[in-house]
C-alpha cells in the first residue's frame, strides 16, 4: 500500500513538473517580479498545488475511510490558502501603487522633451525622395511580388512585419517571408526561409532579397527556433517589448528586440533599459545598453512607446485628477503617427492637441525611434484628420481615401503630404496641404506636378517663403542620365567642375535632347545643395 502511494506522488510531481514545464514552454513568461505574466504564473501555479497536495487527498481519504475533510482546520490547507491570497494582494498593490493615479509626477518625467527649430531641423525634402507609401500599400506590393514567384508562392508567404527603416539613407519596408501553413513550415524548415521583401518607399520598387544563408529564427517557426522561444531560454529573466525585423547596411536579417524596464513601482513607468539585437540566419545574440546600439538600428523604441511617453508628459503637468477633471493646461497626441527619415534615423512623426479639441493642433513632435531623443515645435493648424478630409474633398468624385499624412518642409512651411489611393489600395494622386491654412490643397496626378501646384497656390495667398530662387548656371556638361519618372523623362546633368546634379523635365525643356557631353549649356534652376531644377534651358 505504502509503495503504490509513493508511486502515486511519484507519478504527481512528474506529471506536475510535465505540465509546469509545458505552460512555460508555450506561454514563455519571464522569471521577472516587474512581469505580470510571470506573477499569474505563481498565482496558479500555487493555487494548483494547494488543490492537488491537500484539497483532493482531504477528499479523497473521506471517501474512502469516511474521515471528516475539514478544511478549516487543516493547518497545511489554511497555510496554502494564506500564500495565495499573498500572492494577489502583491499583485493587486503593486498594481495600484504602480499606476498614475498615485505616480503622476514620475510618470511625467519619463519623457524629456526639447524644443525645436521647424526649418533648421527638418531640412526640404527633394520631392524625389518622398516616401510615397505606407504599411497597407506596401503590403499590396509585397504580396503582389510574391504572387509573380513560381517558385516560391506555394510554399512561402510574405510575414505581416513590413518595417520602415532607413537603408544607406534611402527609406524602405522590410519583411521576412514566411512558411505558408504548418505543413509547408514541415517540409521547408530544414532549409530555413530563403528571403525577404525589400521594398523602396519612394520608387516603390519592390524586390525579393534571396539570401545566401537562409534565415533559421522566426515568429513562424514552432518549436526551439521560433524567435520568442529562441530568446526566452537564453535570456530567462527579459521581458521583450515589441520584437522587429531589420536588415543591416549589408543586407544581414536581424531581429531586433528591446528589453523593458520599469522604474515605477512593480509594473509601471516602463521603458526600455537593454536592446538584444539577434541575427536572423545564425541565432547568435548581442546583448547591448541602449546607447550602445549601432547606428544602422532603427526601432529600439516603438510608435505607441513614444506616443505614450508624450501623453503622460502632456497630461500630467499638474498631477493626475486635473488630468481626469480640470483638464488644464493638458495636452495629448493626435490619433496617429508617421514616420520621417532624418540623418539615417527614423523619427515618428504626430501632432498635439489639447484634451478637450479634435479639430486643431497646437503643435507637433518628432521621437527618435533609437535613442527615444523627442522634440516640440509649436505650429498651430489643422489636426491630420481635418487635412485628410480636406484632400479628399478635392477627389470626391473619384472616391478616393488619403492616407495618414507625412510631414514635409516646402518653401519653410510645415505642409501634409499625402497619397490618395483607390479602393484596391494603390496610389492614384498625391496631395499636399498646408498645415497652418489647410483649405489650401494641392492635387497633382505626379510629384513635380502637386508640388508646382501647391507653389503656385502659396504664392497666390501671399505666404512667406513662397517664391522659389531661381539662379543661372552656365558649364559644360560632364555627364547626362535620361531617367523615366512616373511616365516623365527626366536628363539629370552634371557640370564639368560643380557637384550638383540638375533635373531637367524634357517634356518643360525639349533644347535638351539637343546636348550631349562636352556641350556648353546655359540655364536657369533652382538653388539647391544636391539636386536643381533645371527651369529653363536658355542656350
Not at 473619384?398 to 499625402?418: D, K, V, W
Not at 497619397?419 to 498646408?434: E, H, P, R
Request: glycine letters at 6%; one cysteine or more; hydrophobic letters at 40%.
Amino acid at each position: 500500500m505504502k509503495s503504490k502511494r509513493l508511486l502515486k506522488k511519484i507519478i504527481f510531481i512528474v506529471a506536475l513538473a510535465a505540465a509546469a514545464f509545458l505552460y512555460y514552454y508555450i506561454q514563455l513568461p519571464a522569471i521577472n517580479i516587474h512581469s505580470q505574466g510571470f506573477w499569474g504564473f505563481l498565482i496558479l501555479l500555487a493555487a494548483v498545488l494547494v488543490a492537488v497536495l491537500r484539497v483532493l487527498p482531504l477528499f479523497r481519504r473521506a471517501r474512502e475511510y469516511g474521515e471528516t475533510s475539514d478544511l478549516k482546520n487543516d493547518k497545511p490547507f489554511r497555510i496554502g490558502i494564506l500564500a495565495v491570497g499573498a500572492l494577489v494582494v502583491i499583485f493587486i498593490v503593486g498594481s495600484i501603487l504602480s499606476s498614475t493615479v498615485v505616480n503622476a509626477k514620475k510618470y511625467q518625467k519619463l519623457l524629456t522633451v526639447e524644443d525645436g527649430d521647424f526649418t533648421a531641423d527638418i531640412q526640404e525634402m527633394d520631392i524625389h525622395s518622398v516616401p510615397m507609401l505606407d504599411k497597407d500599400s506596401a503590403t499590396i506590393l509585397g504580396n503582389r511580388k510574391m504572387g509573380s514567384l513560381a517558385d516560391m508562392v506555394s510554399q512561402f508567404e510574405v510575414a505581416e512585419d513590413y518595417t520602415q527603416i532607413n537603408l544607406n539613407d534611402v527609406p524602405v519596408r522590410v519583411s521576412p517571408l514566411k512558411y505558408a501553413g504548418f505543413i509547408k513550415w514541415f517540409t521547408n524548415q530544414s532549409e530555413g526561409i530563403p528571403g525577404y521583401m525589400q521594398i523602396d518607399m519612394t520608387t516603390q520598387n519592390t524586390e525579393l532579397v534571396r539570401l545566401d544563408q537562409p534565415i533559421k529564427y522566426s515568429k513562424g517557426e514552432y518549436f526551439n527556433r521560433n524567435i520568442y522561444r529562441h530568446l526566452r531560454f537564453k535570456y530567462p529573466t527579459y521581458i521583450f517589448d515589441n520584437i522587429n525585423f531589420e536588415i543591416d547596411d549589408e543586407g544581414t536579417p536581424w531581429w531586433i528586440c528591446p528589453v523593458k524596464k520599469y522604474t515605477i513601482g512593480l509594473f509601471g513607468g516602463q521603458t526600455i533599459g537593454r536592446v538584444v539585437l539577434c541575427n536572423a540566419q545564425t541565432g547568435e545574440c548581442q546583448d547591448l545598453a541602449v546607447e550602445e546600439v549601432p547606428q544602422w538600428v532603427d526601432k529600439v523604441y516603438s510608435a505607441e512607446l513614444l506616443t505614450r511617453f508624450y501623453d503622460y508628459y502632456g497630461t500630467l503637468q499638474h498631477g493626475w485628477l486635473n488630468s481626469v477633471l480640470g483638464q488644464k493646461d493638458c495636452l495629448r497626441t493626435t490619433d496617429g503617427y508617421n514616420y520621417l527619415a532624418i540623418n539615417d534615423d527614423v523619427w515618428v512623426y504626430t501632432g498635439v492637441t489639447s484634451v478637450t479639441s479634435d479639430q486643431s493642433i497646437v503643435g507637433f513632435v518628432l521621437m527618435n525611434q533609437r535613442t527615444g531623443e523627442t522634440k516640440y515645435y509649436s505650429v498651430t493648424g489643422a489636426v491630420e484628420s481635418s487635412a485628410m478630409r480636406s484632400a479628399e474633398g478635392q477627389v470626391q468624385d473619384l472616391g478616393y481615401t488619403a492616407t495618414f499624412p507625412l510631414l514635409l518642409n516646402i518653401n519653410e512651411q510645415p505642409t501634409y503630404f499625402l497619397a490618395l489611393k483607390d479602393g484596391s489600395g494603390l496610389v492614384k494622386k498625391y496631395a499636399l496641404v498646408n498645415v497652418q491654412k489647410y483649405q489650401i490643397v494641392a492635387i497633382g496626378d505626379t510629384l513635380e506636378q502637386c508640388r508646382e501646384n501647391y507653389q503656385q497656390m502659396m504664392a497666390d495667398n501671399d505666404m512667406a517663403g513662397a517664391e522659389t530662387e531661381t539662379i543661372e548656371i552656365s558649364g559644360t556638361i560632364a555627364k547626362i542620365t535620361p531617367i523615366v519618372q512616373e511616365g516623365d523623362t527626366h536628363y539629370y546633368l552634371e557640370l564639368e567642375g560643380d557637384r550638383r546634379l540638375f533635373d531637367v523635365n524634357v517634356a518643360e525643356n525639349l533644347k535638351i535632347i539637343q546636348k550631349d557631353v562636352g556641350d556648353k549649356i546655359t540655364f536657369a534652376c533652382t538653388e539647391n545643395e544636391e539636386v536643381c531644377t533645371v527651369t529653363e534651358i536658355h542656350s
